[in-house]
């Protein structure tokens, strides 16, 4: 099993629909995790991060953590063709006294008018 | 949050050449990060550099291929060594900073590789 795991995608949503991206992480000690969003040719951006369960909100972002199920989401109101890159999740795993962050696959978004 | 600074932004190098990737960041951080990018695929740790002692690299990569220094804590290098096409990728270094593991990332340097 992967340790952090994303469906590829390409999630194809129209403009104003609700964008859902799923990640699922294995190691059952992670205490936060975190979203970057990556344009065609950029760098990763953060955009969110959680450290309790439930949700938290910022703006048109939503993410949600369910640590039981080792799962976490990002939710995207009103989803504008702007938001349309590749959303990667990452969770620190522990290694030698610091946590480097392990990266899923990546989930690509296309928003279309 | 931190600005970072890579250089050069992109290279088109030789098989069997070697390149020199600089990282500057305008705050000292403790721990800085270098990953690679391989074309359509996600991001890969290749090691971690902390100001002071060695680099820890993580499996697959090695000290002989990517040495890396890191003489203060505003900056780093990664250098890629003995180049094949293979090396061809977007280099990224990236800074921990703030809470809990939250990490920042520089805008790569994208490395042709002929």
């Known amino acids: 099993q992967k340790e952090v795991e994303q469906n590829s995608g390409p999630l194809s949503v129209p403009e104003g629909a609700i964008a859902s991206l799923n990640c699922t992480y294995s190691d059952r000690g992670s205490q936060s995790f975190f979203w970057y969003r990556q344009y065609s040719g950029k760098s990763p951006e953060l955009i969110m991060f959680?450290?309790?369960?439930g949700d938290k909100e910022d703006g048109r972002f939503t993410a949600q953590l369910n640590k039981a199920s080792q799962y976490v989401s990002l939710l995207i109101r009103d989803s504008q063709p702007s938001d349309s890159a590749t959303y990667l999740c990452?969770?620190?795993?522990?290694?030698?006294?610091?946590?480097?962050?392990?990266f899923g696959a990546g989930t690509r978004l296309a928003v279309h008018p | 949050s931190a600005v970072i600074s890579q250089k050069p932004s992109r290279d088109i190098c030789q098989r069997g050449t070697s390149l020199t990737i600089q990282c500057q960041v305008d705050?000292?951080?403790?721990?800085m990060f270098w990953y690679r990018q391989q074309p359509g695929q996600s991001l890969t740790l290749i090691a971690t550099a902390n100001q002071g002692s060695e680099a820890t690299y993580e499996s697959g990569f090695v000290i002989d291929k990517f040495p890396i220094s890191r003489p203060n804590l505003t900056f780093s290098t990664l250098t890629v060594s003995n180049m094949s096409p293979e090396d061809s990728s977007i280099y990224l270094c990236s800074v921990r900073q703030g809470a809990k593991d939250t990490q920042y990332f520089g805008p790569g340097t994208r490395l042709t590789v002929l």
């Open positions: 990452a969770v620190p795993l522990g290694s030698g006294g610091y946590n480097k962050l392990i």
């Open positions: 705050s000292q951080v403790t721990m």
């Open positions: 959680i450290y309790s369960n």
